[in-house]
């Protein structure tokens, strides 16, 4: 299956900082990325949907102006969490579908997922 | 009701023995399902896919759909050690922007040697 890399794999940050995570993919186009987090034992939540070139769109009840995504080019997507507080510790997971003509467009290809750990 | 729905488990079966894990989903209109493996800190990894109902089998896998009930499930045969994780299933679905995935909350298995 096609390779999805996430940067960085785990961050301590202090209440109050932002922090940037970045999905990549690596050897096909990804027009479209997805957005989890997942809580201990518990399943992924759907974040938000983003398209390269327009904005994300956000699941109900995530505060798009507390995570904030970009999705500039068809292989990086960012994922911002701005004023981290110790609530929003999780494990953050990004997934990447190619376009039609690129295939994989019926898989989701995960990446490995960035644990934060908010002080 | 929640859209799809799993047994959280955990779900223990000897080593070599047949592991069921099933998975129902709310809404009928779905047409791909998914199951996906998952071990402690670490990212979902895909098993397989089946669109059609009836059985998909690879290798040691099958899964199982009856889109009539609604219902899907994962065989795992000769069951091992390795295989002991946490199973999503996930059904695929029109989101906000374009098809979307949704996950079960998941079993656990506990494969014991």
């Known amino acids: 299956g096609a390779v999805v890399s996430q940067h960085p794999s785990r961050v301590i940050c202090k209440s109050g900082t932002s922090v940037k995570i970045e999905c990549r993919s690596l050897d096909f186009q990804a027009t479209t990325m997805f957005w989890y987090r997942q809580f201990p034992k518990q399943s992924l939540m759907l974040m938000a949907t983003s398209n390269e070139g327009s904005k994300a769109t956000y699941e109900q009840g995530v505060e798009k102006d507390k995570f904030l995504i970009n999705h500039a080019s068809l292989t990086l997507s960012t994922l911002t969490v701005t004023s981290a507080h110790p609530e929003d510790s999780s494990f953050y997971i990004c997934?990447?579908?190619?376009?039609?003509?690129?295939?994989?467009?019926?898989?989701?290809?995960f990446g490995p997922g960035t644990r934060l750990t908010v002080l | 009701q929640k859209e799809v729905e799993q047994n959280s488990g955990p779900l223990s079966v000897p080593e070599g023995a047949i592991a069921s894990l099933n998975c129902t989903y709310s809404?009928?209109?779905?047409?791909?399902f998914f199951w996906y493996r998952q071990y402690s800190g670490k990212s979902p990894e895909l098993i397989m896919f089946?669109?059609?109902?009836g059985d998909k089998e690879d290798g040691r896998f099958t899964a199982q759909l009856n889109k009539a009930s609604q219902y899907v499930s994962l065989l795992i045969r000769d069951s091992q050690p390795s295989d002991s994780a946490t199973y999503l299933c996930?059904?695929?679905?029109?989101?906000?922007?374009?098809?979307?995935?949704?996950f079960g909350p998941g079993t656990r298995l506990s494969v014991l040697p």
């Open positions: 996930a059904v695929r679905r029109e989101g906000n922007y374009g098809q979307n995935f949704v």
């Open positions: 997934s990447a579908r190619g376009s039609p003509a690129s295939g994989g467009y019926n898989e989701q290809f």
């Open positions: 809404d009928r209109g779905s047409q791909s």
């Open positions: 089946i669109y059609s109902n």
